[in-house]
């Protein structure tokens, strides 16, 4: 089946900074979503973005499906945004999403 | 509207016991997916629904899991003979088909 990797796998940061996670994945998709999953275990979703480059605020996510490849930047960073931050990929011959094991993200103040 | 909804937001049940597990869509969603999330990893894919009908169960674990959507609304995942092994938050998500998916808030399941 479809591999998804995210990278780094921890990120430790101080309030403000800026950061940028990665996610690899290893088959054609047509569908790819960015989620942050709060400390209370809820997924809200960040992005649908199976290919080029969206913004939303501080956040903005690129994905370069020839390559393979997704990108979420977080600019100036602040402890709400601490949490796990999910990659999840869907393939073109099914729809099932995949998840990757996730960014686990620490924003100091 | 409302968003994705899960009954109960906890359960706690005896090895052995048989368990329901309730999902509530999001109004006019075709599409309805079960993930389960053990601590530390990310979600795993159960199950996906189109309508009434199971278009890929092929993450379902065993035939211990079984899951209904019988009006292509609610659906309901089922766990026959717990064991302490399916202690998990179990994840419900809807979309129109092809589209992004939204999650409901998950059921924490604790098998004793």
């Known amino acids: 089946g479809i591999q998804v990797e995210q990278s780094p796998p921890d990120l430790i940061l101080q309030e403000g900074a800026n950061s940028t996670l990665r996610c690899n994945f290893s088959?054609?998709?047509?569908?790819l979503q960015w989620f942050h999953q709060n400390p209370w275990g809820q997924l809200i979703n960040l992005f649908y973005?199976?290919?080029g480059t969206k913004q939303n605020g501080r956040l903005s996510a690129t994905t370069v499906a020839t390559e393979r490849y997704s990108l979420l930047y977080i600019s100036s960073s602040q402890t709400t945004d601490s949490g796990v931050y999910f990659c999840?990929?869907?393939?073109?011959?099914?729809?099932?999403?995949?998840f990757g094991k996730g960014t686990r993200l620490h924003i100091l103040p | 509207g409302a968003g994705v909804s899960q009954t109960p937001s906890n359960k706690v049940t005896e090895k052995g016991k048989y368990v329901e597990l309730r999902c509530d869509p999001i109004?006019?969603?075709?599409?309805l997916y079960w993930y389960r999330q053990s601590l530390g990893q990310g979600p795993e894919f159960l199950i996906y629904?189109?309508?009434?009908?199971?278009?890929?169960d092929s993450g379902l674990p065993n035939d211990r899991f079984f899951a209904v959507r019988p009006e292509g609304s609610v659906s309901t995942l089922k766990i026959q003979r717990t064991e302490r092994g399916d202690s998990a938050v179990y994840l419900c998500?809807?979309?129109?088909?092809?589209?992004?998916?939204?999650f409901g808030p998950g059921t924490r399941l604790t098998v004793t």
């Open positions: 998500a809807s979309s129109l088909t092809g589209h992004e998916q939204y």
């Open positions: 088959d054609s998709v047509n569908n």
């Open positions: 973005i199976p290919s």
């Open positions: 999840a990929v869907g393939r073109i011959r099914d729809d099932k999403i995949i």
């Open positions: 109004s006019g969603h075709t599409a």
């Open positions: 629904f189109q309508g009434t009908g199971a278009a890929d």
